[in-house]
């Protein structure tokens, strides 16, 4: 079995993403599945920023804690990584670095960029070495380089790419066997969750930067003319919803898109969505807070605010991303679910899930319907009259774009309305509301999806949400190798709980809940939803994800 871990490190501005992501293609290029990681400080300069590509021969979905290569580009990566190199495991660096360690290779990655005229290619000096350690197809990696560099920066790089080489092949080599994996295609979770969207045909998005939501949003932009989606930069987060909300309105499938603190101040639209009954998405990619907390690692901390977020009693739709693939479903899903029930759809994201690489099948456009759930114009001629806000059974009213249908008035008011849109200020009206409004969570049960098993039925079974999907499934994986037994559940859809699966699942069994948080947040809603306690929870809350062998280690000693 291949599986092994690169570890690229160095200071912000040393090219860290460069190296790495330009390894993660090298490797996926040959066929083999990768998985890739980001830690990086909130610097432009300075501070210490890694990147490990994991890659083998089979489907891996998640990172691993020992590391088989570290690519220092400075001395302080091997310093703050060196405890996690394997038994036969290699450190690459500088000659002039300063390192000792008997297991390191001294490269003249400096002093050959310098004489090659380019400073800047001793990142391609280390791909190049990596390259030829495991022994990949050196025309591969050359033609991924040509797609990133052109003209003279590309002749010497390939120079310098050819150059590393040659210095590792004389000494040794780790060949990896070609890869069955070529039909896939290498992807972040941000990119799979816009592709979701412009697959929902999302015409609308708004937003105000703030980290893990921006590489989201920037994916949007970047492709605003050739996708026929219009990206606006707010001047803030209130600003941002109150555009997609009234973007919504007029038509469009509207989205905005945040992280904690920039939730924290759409709240209050929110609600208005919720009282208007207006369809809008809202991606909230989760960092550590509170306040700005760590802006650029990950957590998920926002389960109960997400909840709760918004004065007054109002239905709404809270899904958490799992994987890239799952991003992409659960966004168009998202969108058709907003527009049917009339509500707002919250997708809860994390920065592990939005920055990670990893190799998939393709994503099926095909498989996506967009089902607007508006009504014809034609139902409506001069004569009769449209009630935006009819009481209908199930609390779904007809929903009308202003201006399809002559001599409609559509009507639209933050405060309590009555059926034709019109300010009361009635008891009866407000009840009858009230309850218009709460009807939609019967309906919406009906739609939401179980959470998805891995594993066994054996005596212990793990609960979690979202992106610690990846992690547990190999963690369980593992543990069932061994003989153990052990069974998940992650949940996707959060609210309104799913709870069937779990009432089956759980009885008898040891729950043990694994989430990236302090207080455990979804035990405390399965308690409260479910009637279900969990009996141990495994808890991260450093802003680093989950591997599996934090899970399998912390399993064999407290519950197996």
């Known amino acids: 079995m291949t599986d092994y ?18 390894t ?91 004489a090659l005229g380019d400073p800047r290619t001793a990142g391609t000096l280390a791909l190049g070495a990596v390259a030829a350690y495991f022994g990949l197809n050196m025309a591969i990696v050359e033609a991924t380089l040509a797609e990133r560099f052109a003209g003279d920066t590309l002749a010497v790089n390939l120079q310098a790419l050819r150059q590393a080489g040659e ?67 707010a001047e803030d987060e209130i ?14 499938r509207a989205l905005c898109a945040t992280s904690g603190g920039g939730f924290a101040l759409m709240v209050e639209g929110l609600s208005l969505a919720g009282m208007t ?20 690692r990950t957590e998920q901390g926002d389960l109960g605010f997400a909840l709760s977020a918004g004065h007054g009693e109002f239905p ?69 009259e449209y009630l935006r806000y009819d009481l209908a059974e199930g609390g779904i009213s007809p929903r009308l774009v202003p201006g399809k249908a002559p001599g ?33 969570l019967a309906l919406l049960r009906q739609e939401v999806e179980e959470p998805e098993f891995l594993g066994e039925d054996g005596p212990v079974l793990f609960v979690a949400w979202g992106s610690v999907y990846g992690p547990l499934r190999e963690a369980v994986e593992a543990l069932n190798g061994e003989g153990h037994r052990v069974g998940a559940l992650v949940f996707g859809d959060l609210w309104p709980l799913p709870t069937a699966r779990l009432q089956e699942k759980a009885p008898g069994r040891l729950l043990v809940n694994v989430e990236q948080n302090s207080s455990g947040q979804l035990a405390r809603l399965l308690r409260q939803e479910a009637l279900i306690a969990s009996d141990r929870s495994l808890l991260k809350y450093d802003g680093r994800p989950f591997s599996a062998d934090d899970i399998i280690a912390w399993s064999r000693e407290e519950v197996l």
């Open 277 to 296: 009954e207006t369809p809008v998405v809202i991606a909230l990619m989760q960092r550590p807070g509170p306040a700005t907390g760590f802006p650029t």
């Open 408 to 440: 409609q008035v559509v009507m639209l008011t933050s405060d309590e309305h009555t059926p034709r849109g019109n300010i009361t200020e009635s008891a009866s009206v407000r009840t009858a509301m009230v309850n218009k409004r709460m009807a939609k």
């Open 167 to 233: 210095w590792v092949t004389r000494h040794f080599t780790l060949p990896l066997p070609v890869g069955p994996e070529r039909d896939r295609i290498l992807i972040t979770g941000s990119e799979a969750l816009g592709l979701g969207v412009l697959a929902a045909g999302c015409t609308f998005a708004a937003w105000y930067p703030m980290t893990p939501a921006t590489p989201l949003m920037t994916f949007l932009a970047d492709r605003q003319a050739e996708a026929g989606i219009v990206v606006e930069q």
């Open 239 to 252: 600003a941002a919803i109150n555009m997609a909300i009234g973007a919504a309105y007029a038509g469009a």
């Open 24 to 114: 993660e293609k090298a490797f996926h290029r040959h066929g083999l599945a990768v998985f890739g990681v980001r830690d990086y400080m909130s610097r432009i300069r300075g501070g210490h920023n890694f990147a490990q590509v994991r890659v083998a021969n089979r489907a891996v979905y998640g990172p691993r804690r020992g590391v088989d290569l570290i690519v220092a580009l400075n001395e302080e990566t091997v310093r703050l990584h060196r405890d996690r190199l394997t038994e036969n495991g290699k450190i690459f660096c500088d000659a002039g670095s300063g390192v000792t360690d008997p297991v390191a290779v001294l490269l003249p990655l400096e002093q050959t960029a310098r």
């Open 316 to 384: 709404r739709l809270l899904t958490a991303l799992r994987t890239p693939a799952d991003a992409f479903r659960q966004a168009a899903r998202a969108f058709n679910l907003a527009e049917k029930y009339q509500l707002p759809a919250i997708l809860l994201g994390d920065q592990f899930l939005a920055d990670y690489v990893q190799s998939i099948l393709p994503l099926d456009f095909g498989a996506q319907s967009i089902d607007r759930q508006l009504v014809d114009p034609g139902e409506f001629p001069a004569n009769r």
């Open 5 to 22: 871990t690169v570890l690229v490190g160095g200071a912000a501005g040393q090219g860290v993403e460069t190296l790495a992501g330009l």
